[in-house]
């Protein structure tokens, strides 16, 4: 009989998405291997043993060497999940590639770990310029490539969705007395991009609300009947969802609402009575110049 909480070579292999013959080699080579012994048996794994490769496989994935990793984790201290080493990125190429891998091998733990770091160091807007956006658009070419990849891409949005929220929720005292509203038109379901933009306005101090995914241009006009709000931002991702006549249905109020449009599903030539936004830091300035702030 064993305990239920240690595993094999093979189950570990699947768990963290590493080759059976690499942990093998990690045992022969680094000692990194089950500490467990059991007669007439396979050697398991024990949530000890388990924690100490999860920190060589962060290594790993961070552009450490295996056998610089080794040394780290089999000194790491794995009562404290926390302080589980990681390294500073060098180039942005890494941590998208460290992303990438981390959602391979379904470590939740670390891509939040990484992303949080990231924002947390240069805030939303470069965060998503330089390492969300070119990771997202990675995943959905390897989507498109493979037809594989589509749990990756529902993990990423969980994540990004919730850590995006969560920069969002922390604006206290807004700049503008009336929200700018943002929405996903027509039956768009994508809607990580205003989750950024709704984050790096945060950031700004500026207060948005964002009316979510699939929303109808007759709603977004009561909307605007309702509150003027000095921006209506909205996103289409595919070409299909792109309802041009939001452009002639806002009603003209006093001080009028600006449209901004954003996403590759627009075609900038049919966008007349509108701003079409090219990207993030784009459509930040947009939207402080028009409430007049300094950008
Ligand atoms: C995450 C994701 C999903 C998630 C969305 C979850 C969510 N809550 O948002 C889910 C799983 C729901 C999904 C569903 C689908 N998806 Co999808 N999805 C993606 C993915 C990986 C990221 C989307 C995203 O957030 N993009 C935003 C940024 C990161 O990417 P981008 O728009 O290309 O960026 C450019 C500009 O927009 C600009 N930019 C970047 N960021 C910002 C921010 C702002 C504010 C501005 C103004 C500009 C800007 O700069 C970039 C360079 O030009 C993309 C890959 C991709 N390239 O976008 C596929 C992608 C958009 N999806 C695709 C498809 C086909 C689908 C589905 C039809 C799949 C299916 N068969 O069911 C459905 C359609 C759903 C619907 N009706 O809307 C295709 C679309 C191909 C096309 N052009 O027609 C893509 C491109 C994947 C691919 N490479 O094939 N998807």
Same mark, same amino acid.
């Given at each position: 009989?064993?305990?239920?909480?240690?595993?094999?070579?093979?189950?570990?292999?699947?768990?963290?998405?590493?080759?059976?013959?690499?942990?093998?080699?990690?045992?022969?080579?680094?000692?990194?291997?089950?500490?467990?012994?059991?007669?007439?048996?396979?050697?398991?794994? !024990?949530?000890?043993?388990?924690? @100490?490769?999860?920190?060589?496989?962060?290594?790993?994935?961070?552009?450490?060497?295996? +056998?610089?990793?080794?040394?780290?984790?089999?000194?790491?201290?794995?009562?404290?999940? $926390?302080?589980?080493?990681?390294?500073?990125?060098?180039? @942005?190429?890494?941590? &998208? /590639?460290?992303?990438?891998?981390?959602?391979?091998?379904?470590?939740?733990?670390?891509?939040?770990? =990484?992303? @949080?770091?990231?924002?947390?160091?240069?805030?939303?807007?470069?965060?998503?310029?330089?390492?969300?956006?070119?990771?997202?658009?990675?995943?959905?070419?390897?989507?498109?490539?493979?037809?594989?990849?589509?749990? /990756? $891409?529902?993990?990423?949005?969980?994540?990004?969705? +919730?850590?995006?929220?969560?920069?969002?929720?922390? &604006? $206290? /005292?807004? =700049?503008?007395?009336?929200? =700018?509203?943002?929405?996903?038109?027509? $039956?768009?379901?994508?809607?990580?991009?205003?989750?950024?933009?709704?984050?790096?306005?945060?950031? @700004? /101090?500026?207060?948005?609300?964002?009316?979510?995914?699939?929303?109808?241009?007759?709603?977004?006009?009561?909307?605007?009947?309702?509150?003027?709000?000095?921006?209506?931002?909205?996103?289409?991702?595919?070409?299909?969802?792109? !309802?041009?006549?939001?452009?002639?249905?806002?009603?003209?109020?006093?001080?009028?609402?600006?449209?901004?449009?954003?996403?590759?599903?627009? !075609?900038?030539?049919?966008?007349?009575?509108?701003?079409?936004?090219?990207?993030?830091?784009?459509?930040?300035?947009?939207?402080?110049?028009?409430?007049?702030?300094?950008?």
């Amino acid at each position: 009989m064993h305990d239920e909480s240690q595993i094999t070579v093979g189950e570990l292999a699947r768990r963290l998405g590493i080759a059976p013959a690499t942990l093998r080699t990690w045992d022969r080579r680094y000692g990194l291997g089950p500490s467990g012994h059991e007669i007439g048996a396979h050697r398991r794994y !024990d949530t000890v043993d388990v924690a @100490r490769i999860s920190v060589m496989r962060r290594l790993v994935i961070s552009g450490v060497s295996p +056998k610089e990793a080794a040394l780290i984790a089999v000194d790491a201290d794995i009562n404290e999940a $926390e302080n589980l080493p990681i390294v500073k990125f060098e180039e @942005r190429a890494e941590v &998208i /590639n460290a992303i990438l891998k981390a959602l391979e091998s379904l470590d939740v733990a670390f891509v939040n770990e =990484i992303i @949080r770091r990231e924002i947390l160091a240069n805030g939303v807007t470069t965060t998503w310029v330089e390492i969300l956006a070119p990771t997202l658009i990675k995943v959905g070419e390897e989507w498109s490539r493979t037809g594989l990849g589509i749990s /990756n $891409e529902h993990l990423l949005t969980e994540v990004l969705t +919730k850590i995006l929220r969560e920069v969002s929720e922390e &604006i $206290e /005292n807004p =700049i503008n007395p009336k929200p =700018i509203v943002l929405a996903s038109i027509g $039956e768009e379901l994508h809607c990580l991009a205003m989750h950024a933009l709704l984050a790096a306005l945060a950031e @700004r /101090n500026i207060q948005a609300h964002f009316f979510g995914a699939r929303t109808p241009v007759d709603s977004l006009v009561e909307v605007v009947r309702k509150i003027a709000p000095p921006v209506l931002f909205v996103w289409a991702q595919l070409s299909e969802n792109a !309802d041009y006549s939001i452009a002639t249905a806002l009603p003209a109020g006093r001080p009028s609402t600006r449209l901004l449009l954003g996403g590759p599903g627009w !075609d900038v030539e049919r966008c007349a009575g509108a701003t079409f936004v090219t990207g993030l830091p784009e459509a930040c300035e947009m939207v402080s110049s028009t409430l007049g702030l300094a950008v």
